[in-house]
């Protein structure tokens, strides 16, 4: 029974394939179930739920103005989902597509999420996934088949332990590619890891903003920021907040370009922080409250800052036994303040 009603939704799905305005409403309760849906045309939408375990579901929207509402519950589930732009020509021009989006939830453990939104001509795209449980799996690739893309949304929220996040938006890993584009990342658990990037090409501004926060034990995150150069007005470079809450974290941090702004807050003992920042006029905050805490920093170019958070002037260890280790090359300017005991600092500045 389950099967044909699959097969006279995707027969409904297929006679439907170059009208406007598609839409397919499924819903599949039990084990090892399969979903296959093709849209193609503006304004085309998918609910699909799922209930059961190892279940799969494979979306493909071709159009503008598509949307996914996704929700997997159990085990072992997989769900992959890809949305490709097309050129909206009004009287000869091509002309940006609307804006498509993902809505996709998994409640268990082992569950893989794959998300590609292929957009035309810069337009934005938007993901929102929310995964709860262990050893889950999630990777959003969003590109422009022509040139950047600008002003895209990605919010992942994972609760559970041993999970991973990669995003990439033309580019690989979490990638964000263009400007004005927006990343935030929540994790809750162990073993947890983020990869993220964002990079752009023009030279004369950027301002993408990368926003990760982990609470647990043994987690990491790495993520690079690729701006421009030659910026024209302040304010106009990538921010990057990271915060880790609990024990033996790793954050590997890298910014490229000038005026980008950095902060890092790691709460707990034990945790490591290796930040690179590259060109001119960027800032770097720190905090680090706990006992046994690293710090290995580095600032290249020219007029770069190391300071604290919440216009603290200085950058703040708390706690005994922590180590800050400083290069800065290029005339910056450093404050930098410890409490505790057999902490230390190591600081090598030159023009």
């Not at 990760?212 to 920021?225: A, K, Y």
């Amino acid at each position: 029974m389950k099967l044909l009603l699959l097969s006279f939704l995707m027969i409904c799905s297929i006679g439907q394939l170059y009208a406007q305005q598609n839409e397919v409403a499924l819903s599949q309760k039990g084990n090892t179930n399969g979903a296959t849906i093709n849209q193609n045309g503006s304004a085309s939408f998918s609910r699909v739920q799922q209930e059961g375990a190892s279940n799969n579901t494979d979306i493909q929207q071709t159009g503008t103005q598509n949307g996914v509402d996704l929700e997997q519950l159990k085990n072992q589930n997989k769900a992959t989902i890809t949305q490709t732009g097309s050129d909206v020509v009004e009287n000869g021009v091509a002309k940006p597509r609307g804006q498509s989006y993902v809505k996709a939830k998994q409640d268990g453990d082992d569950n893989i999420i794959t998300l590609y939104q292929h957009t035309h001509l810069g337009a934005g795209v938007e993901a929102y996934i929310d995964q709860k449980g262990n050893r889950n799996k999630a990777t959003v690739t969003t590109y422009d088949q022509v040139e950047r893309i600008d002003e895209s949304r990605v919010y992942i929220m994972q609760d559970g332990d041993d999970n991973q996040t990669t995003v990439s938006q033309n580019g690989d890993t979490y990638s964000q590619y263009g400007d004005a584009n927006w990343a935030k990342i929540d994790q809750k658990g162990s073993l947890n890891d983020v990869n993220a990037k964002q990079t752009t090409t023009d030279y004369n501004q950027s301002r993408n903003t990368l926003t990760i926060s982990q609470d647990g034990t043994n987690n990491r995150i790495t993520s690079t920021q690729q701006g421009g150069t030659f910026r024209i007005t302040e304010n106009e470079g990538n921010i990057m907040n990271l915060g880790q809450t609990g024990s033996n974290h790793v954050i590997d941090a890298t910014q490229n370009g000038d005026d980008n702004r950095m902060t890092i807050s790691q709460m707990g003992s034990g945790n490591q922080v290796m930040a690179i920042q590259e060109a001119a006029e960027n800032k770097l905050s720190l905090i680090q409250d706990g006992n046994g805490n690293r710090a290995n920093i580095t600032q290249t170019g020219g007029n770069n800052v190391l300071m604290g958070m919440n216009g603290d002037a200085s950058a703040r260890q708390i706690g005994s036994g922590n180590q800050l280790f400083l290069n800065q090359a290029g005339g910056h300017m450093a404050q930098v303040y410890q409490n505790g005991m057999n902490n230390t600092i190591t600081i090598n500045q030159s023009k």
